[in-house]
């Protein structure tokens, strides 16, 4: 079992940045990728990165590409998403994720460990 608490949403300017955060607890090294979606309310539930564990590859939704980085920190067990050059329709609740196995990494459902979520808001 995996445990994920994400952390550092908040309220920001467009073309500001925010660092989100993600602590994990229990199996993480049994999950084959980790990553990071977000909901906007009356939307689904959307892929927008995630990193393979054992070598660090990393994957990104277009229209986040070259404005957040995923990344790492074995030590601390945390999970981090840099978000940069913010806008509006990033608006939405950041959730962290942990799966074992490979597949179509921008299916919510098969995504097997969730946090509770994180707001972010990004005003105009």
């Known amino acids: 079992q995996v445990q994920l608490v994400e952390s550092g949403g908040g309220l920001v300017q467009a073309g500001g940045s925010l660092r989100l955060s993600c602590a994990t607890s229990g199996r993480t090294f049994s999950s084959a990728f980790m990553g990071w979606f977000r909901q906007a309310p009356g939307k689904e539930r959307e892929f927008v990165a995630a990193i393979r564990w054992r070598d660090f590859t990393t994957y990104y939704t277009e229209p986040v590409k070259g404005r957040f980085t995923i990344s790492r920190d074995n030590a601390n067990k945390t999970l981090y998403l840099q978000m940069n050059n913010l806008k509006p329709e990033d608006t939405a609740v950041y959730f962290c994720?942990?799966?074992?196995?490979?597949?179509?990494?921008?299916?919510?459902?098969?995504?097997?460990?969730w946090g509770q979520g994180t707001q972010v808001t990004v005003s105009s």
């Open positions: 994720a942990a799966r074992l196995t490979g597949g179509n990494l921008a299916t919510a459902g098969q995504w097997g460990n």
